[in-house]
Every structure is written in structure tokens, then in C-alpha cells.
């Protein structure tokens, strides 16, 4: 008999469908069989039946911007434990950031990642590989191998490609296999040492401020060499008032541009770094309360694309730094969910078609993966969430390896209660 499992009474949350409605979602041999209303027609022959009342039923939630420290950096985060994280969270596919060490810039590496990922049986782990060799920015690096390896696009995260040559050498590339080119939008130039947000905060503290115009001369910028190639390009976790604007006009003029957003620069300003806490360093950093409303404007008028988490471990050790040494990042994927049912439901910015939509459809759209719907055929991606939830935000219950995580002791809704990958429960509470 076929392998069956039934969701029935759920709130079935389907945006590429149009889809939000209280109905059954069937899934037989790994695959959705239908989405309709059983009426408890086909429960006897089920192995499963799951009853969803009172809960959402989504596409398995897609997170394209994580990193998971493999190679290199084992005891901040493995793919393994990355997986087991994400799995928890409700997703059920993640892309991982090439800026591991070494960094991910051939196709062994876009394999080794997959290999893992796969052994792993958590979420599906894609990645994105290097644009240049090293992340250095001077050399192309072999990303027609790492595309037909199955790179879900290019990125030297971490740090934006400075040399404008080298990057519109990249787009026109990148042209050849179809694959996104995203970008850490950051001026060296304009950025320096900076550790935190250019303003009167920065000056206050003490500390080296990293301008907003070094995300939107990046930008800008690359909007240029985008109109010059037509190619797609995706901006990373955009922070700024200014770089809404950039978006807004690229996207006026039909370009193939997108952007993502992170939870931390929807729910922190630079105002948190104060007390040179550490788990609030992080790159691009944390701006003024004007670029986050500016950000929910963007969010709200279908600007942004995708959400985003840039789930960035890092050791305790290294956080303990001091502010102008210790690493940029925050660790945020296994509260994600609370986090922009924070920021966005329980403002109403977005509805919550919308919210699932910038977390299945939208951002599979980006990096070309045929997922992030329930619709017949589509692989059994699930992800049961309990909306109305809340719970506490603890890092030592993360099963990810790190705790550098600003969330700690906050309190969020909605708990995902099961993530189905492929037909098979990965994870339930
Ligand atoms: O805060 C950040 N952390 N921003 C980045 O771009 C890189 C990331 C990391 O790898 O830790
Ligand atoms: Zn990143």
C-alpha cells in the first residue's frame, strides 16, 4: 500500500494557490495527493491521520539565507545540528552561505554541503557557492560547475563584491546558468571598521559606525550593472530607508531585482547595542527606528521578497569580546517564526497568506527550486503550526550549537508543532 498520511481539519494556508481555507491536505509516497475536503472519506486507508484543528497548514517554510558553519567552524554549527534546528523551526528547506572555511566555491564543496544535508534527513539544505575564489573578490570562481552541482545561486555573504568590474563579470556569468547573483550590499569604502550603525548611537558609545550609504552605493551600484545584464539579482538582508527606495525603483522599472529582510532588522535598533551587549553586533547592523518602519512600509506594498533569519552562530567565547572585536551575526533560526509573527502579524503589516508567502512560494521563486506549494504533485513539504501559542524564547533549548541569541527571555506566538519533509514527520512537538 502506499505510504499515506492525512492532515485534515487544518487551516490549509496556501499562497500560491490563493489558498486559506479549513480543508484536509493528503500526502501519498512523499508527494501532495490533494488538498480538499474528505469528509473523513479516506482516513481507514491512511498510515496517519494528523488532526490540524485550530492550526495553520503551510508549505514547508524556506529559509534562504542560514549559515551552518561546514566545513570549518564545527563547534559553532554543523549541517547536522543546523538541521535538527531548522526542522524544529518549520523548515523544511534552508540555503546555507558559502563563507564557511574553507569557503564554498567548487563543486565537491556544493556536493560535500548536499552530501551532508542529505545524511542528515532534517530539512532539504541547499547552498549558495562563492562568487570568487576565497571570497577575495578578484577571481571568478568556478560557479558553472557549482551551478550544475545544484548552487542555489552565488554569494560572497559576509562581505559585498567590491570591484565593480568583477561583479558585472559575475552577472554576466551567472547569465549563462540561470542562477541568482545575491549580494551582501557593503561598501568597504564607506563601512571601514565599523561595528555598529553610523549615528549619534555610534558616536555616543565610542564606536566605529558603518554608514547606511555603504549598503546604498553597494546598491545603487549593482542596480547599474543589473540594468546594464538583465540578470537576476537578489540583495541581502537590506536595512535601510535608502535601500527601500533603490529597491522601489528597480522593481518600478521591472528589473530582476528581490530582496530579503531579517527578523532582527525588523524588531532591533542600533538604540539595543547601548550596552555593548555583543548578541546585538551584528552585519549589516542594526539600524534607526525610521529604516525599520521603512522596512514594514516595504513589506507591507509586496517590495520584499523573502524573509529571511541570516541564522548566524557564533561561540560564547568569541561573543564574550569586547563590542569592537567579537563577530558580527545572531543566531535566530529556531525562533524565527515568533519573531515575524511579532513583527508583522501582530502589527498587521502583513496577513497571514502574506507572511506564509515570503516564507514558501516567494523565496523558492528566488533561488529556482520547485517547492513552497501545496499543489498536487509538489514534494510533501509541510510545516503544522499552532498560531496562537506562545512560549519563551530559551537559548539553551536550541538544538542548534549556538546561543548567541538577543531573543533570549522574549516571548513569542505561534509554535510549529510538526514539519513534514518529503511524506515523512522530521519533526512534531
Ligand atoms: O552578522 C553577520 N554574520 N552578517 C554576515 O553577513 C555574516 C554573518 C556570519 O557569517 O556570521
Ligand atoms: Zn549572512
Given at each position: 500500500?502506499?505510504?499515506?498520511?492525512?492532515?485534515?481539519?487544518?487551516?490549509?494556508?496556501?499562497?500560491?494557490?490563493?489558498?486559506?481555507?479549513?480543508?484536509?491536505?493528503?500526502?501519498?509516497?512523499?508527494?501532495?495527493?490533494?488538498?480538499?475536503?474528505?469528509?473523513?472519506?479516506?482516513?481507514?486507508?491512511?498510515?496517519?491521520?494528523?488532526?490540524?484543528?485550530?492550526?495553520?497548514?503551510?508549505?514547508?517554510?524556506?529559509?534562504?539565507?542560514?549559515?551552518?558553519?561546514?566545513?570549518?567552524?564545527?563547534?559553532?554549527?554543523?549541517?547536522?545540528?543546523?538541521?535538527?534546528?531548522?526542522?524544529?523551526?518549520?523548515?523544511?528547506?534552508?540555503?546555507?552561505?558559502?563563507?564557511?572555511?574553507?569557503?564554498?566555491?567548487?563543486?565537491?564543496?556544493?556536493?560535500?554541503?548536499?552530501?551532508?544535508?542529505?545524511?542528515?534527513?532534517?530539512?532539504?539544505?541547499?547552498?549558495?557557492?562563492?562568487?570568487?575564489?576565497?571570497?577575495?573578490?578578484?577571481?571568478?570562481?568556478?560557479?558553472?560547475?557549482?551551478?550544475?552541482?545544484?548552487?542555489?545561486?552565488?554569494?560572497?555573504?559576509?562581505?559585498?563584491v567590491q570591484d565593480p568590474a568583477v561583479m558585472l563579470r559575475a552577472l554576466k556569468y551567472a547569465k549563462m546558468f540561470d542562477v541568482v547573483v545575491?549580494?551582501?550590499?557593503?561598501?568597504?569604502?564607506?563601512?571601514?571598521?565599523?561595528?555598529?550603525?553610523?549615528?549619534?548611537?555610534?558616536?555616543?558609545?565610542?564606536?566605529?559606525?558603518?554608514?547606511?550609504?555603504?549598503?546604498?552605493?553597494?546598491?545603487?551600484?549593482?542596480?547599474?550593472?543589473?540594468?546594464?545584464?538583465?540578470?537576476?539579482?537578489?540583495?541581502?538582508?537590506?536595512?535601510?530607508?535608502?535601500?527601500?527606495?533603490?529597491?522601489?525603483?528597480?522593481?518600478?522599472?521591472?528589473?530582476?531585482?528581490?530582496?530579503?529582510?531579517?527578523?532582527?532588522?525588523?524588531?532591533?535598533?542600533?538604540?539595543?547595542?547601548?550596552?555593548?551587549?555583543?548578541?546585538?553586533?551584528?552585519?549589516?547592523?542594526?539600524?534607526?527606528?525610521?529604516?525599520?518602519?521603512?522596512?514594514?512600509?516595504?513589506?507591507?506594498?509586496?517590495?520584499?521578497?523573502?524573509?529571511?533569519?541570516?541564522?548566524?552562530?557564533?561561540?560564547?567565547?568569541?561573543?564574550?569580546?569586547?563590542?569592537?572585536?567579537?563577530?558580527?551575526?545572531?543566531?535566530?533560526?529556531?525562533?524565527?517564526?515568533?519573531?515575524?509573527?511579532?513583527?508583522?502579524?501582530?502589527?498587521?503589516?502583513?496577513?497571514?497568506?502574506?507572511?506564509?508567502?515570503?516564507?514558501?512560494?516567494?523565496?523558492?521563486?528566488?533561488?529556482?527550486?520547485?517547492?513552497?506549494?501545496?499543489?498536487?504533485?509538489?514534494?510533501?513539504?509541510?510545516?503544522?503550526?499552532?498560531?496562537?501559542?506562545?512560549?519563551?524564547?530559551?537559548?539553551?533549548?536550541?538544538?542548534?550549537?549556538?546561543?548567541?541569541?538577543?531573543?533570549?527571555?522574549?516571548?513569542?506566538?505561534?509554535?510549529?508543532?510538526?514539519?513534514?519533509?518529503?511524506?515523512?514527520?522530521?519533526?512534531?512537538?
Amino acid at each position: 500500500m502506499a505510504n499515506q498520511l492525512l492532515i485534515k481539519n487544518g487551516r490549509v494556508i496556501d499562497p500560491a494557490n490563493d489558498l486559506d481555507r479549513k480543508c484536509d491536505v493528503l500526502i501519498v509516497d512523499g508527494a501532495v495527493a490533494e488538498v480538499g475536503d474528505f469528509n473523513g472519506a479516506v482516513e481507514k486507508s491512511v498510515e496517519r491521520v494528523i488532526d490540524a484543528a485550530g492550526k495553520l497548514v503551510t508549505p514547508g517554510l524556506i529559509d534562504i539565507h542560514v549559515h551552518f558553519r561546514e566545513p570549518g567552524d564545527e563547534e559553532e554549527e554543523t549541517i547536522a545540528s543546523g538541521s535538527a534546528a531548522a526542522v524544529a523551526a518549520g523548515f523544511t528547506s534552508v540555503v546555507c552561505m558559502p563563507n564557511t572555511n574553507p569557503a564554498i566555491e567548487s563543486e565537491t564543496d556544493v556536493e560535500y554541503v548536499h552530501r551532508k544535508g542529505r545524511q542528515t534527513r532534517k530539512t532539504h539544505v541547499y547552498c549558495m557557492g562563492a562568487v570568487t575564489k576565497k571570497r577575495e573578490g578578484v577571481e571568478l570562481a568556478e560557479m558553472g560547475l557549482m551551478a550544475e552541482a545544484g548552487a542555489r545561486g552565488f554569494t560572497d555573504d559576509g562581505h559585498g563584491v567590491q570591484d565593480p568590474a568583477v561583479m558585472l563579470r559575475a552577472l554576466k556569468y551567472a547569465k549563462m546558468f540561470d542562477v541568482v547573483v545575491a549580494q551582501h550590499c557593503q561598501d568597504d569604502s564607506f563601512a571601514g571598521s565599523g561595528v555598529m550603525n553610523a549615528g549619534y548611537c555610534s558616536t555616543i558609545l565610542g564606536l566605529p559606525g558603518i554608514d547606511a550609504l555603504a549598503e546604498e552605493a553597494m546598491l545603487w551600484r549593482d542596480i547599474q550593472l543589473v540594468k546594464k545584464t538583465q540578470v537576476q539579482y537578489h540583495a541581502q538582508h537590506i536595512s535601510t530607508t535608502g535601500s527601500v527606495e533603490l529597491i522601489r525603483q528597480a522593481k518600478k522599472g521591472s528589473l530582476p531585482v528581490t530582496c530579503e529582510v531579517t527578523p532582527h532588522h525588523l524588531l532591533l535598533t542600533e538604540q539595543c547595542c547601548a550596552d555593548y551587549d555583543t548578541n546585538y553586533k551584528v552585519n549589516p547592523p542594526l539600524r534607526g527606528q525610521k529604516d525599520v518602519d521603512a522596512l514594514k512600509e516595504a513589506i507591507a506594498e509586496g517590495l520584499v521578497d523573502a524573509l529571511a533569519s541570516d541564522h548566524a552562530p557564533h561561540l560564547q567565547s568569541e561573543k564574550e569580546l569586547e563590542f569592537l572585536t567579537a563577530p558580527f551575526g545572531i543566531a535566530s533560526l529556531e525562533c524565527a517564526l515568533g519573531l515575524y509573527i511579532k513583527a508583522l502579524i501582530e502589527p498587521k503589516v502583513l496577513d497571514w497568506l502574506g507572511l506564509v508567502r515570503l516564507m514558501t512560494a516567494s523565496p523558492a521563486r528566488i533561488i529556482g527550486i520547485d517547492k513552497g506549494t501545496l499543489s498536487r504533485g509538489k514534494q510533501g513539504d509541510v510545516t503544522i503550526i499552532d498560531p496562537d501559542a506562545e512560549w519563551k524564547i530559551d537559548v539553551n533549548e536550541f538544538l542548534s550549537k549556538s546561543r548567541n541569541c538577543p531573543y533570549h527571555g522574549w516571548t513569542v506566538k505561534g509554535k510549529v508543532e510538526m514539519t513534514i519533509v518529503g511524506g515523512e514527520v522530521r519533526y512534531e512537538i
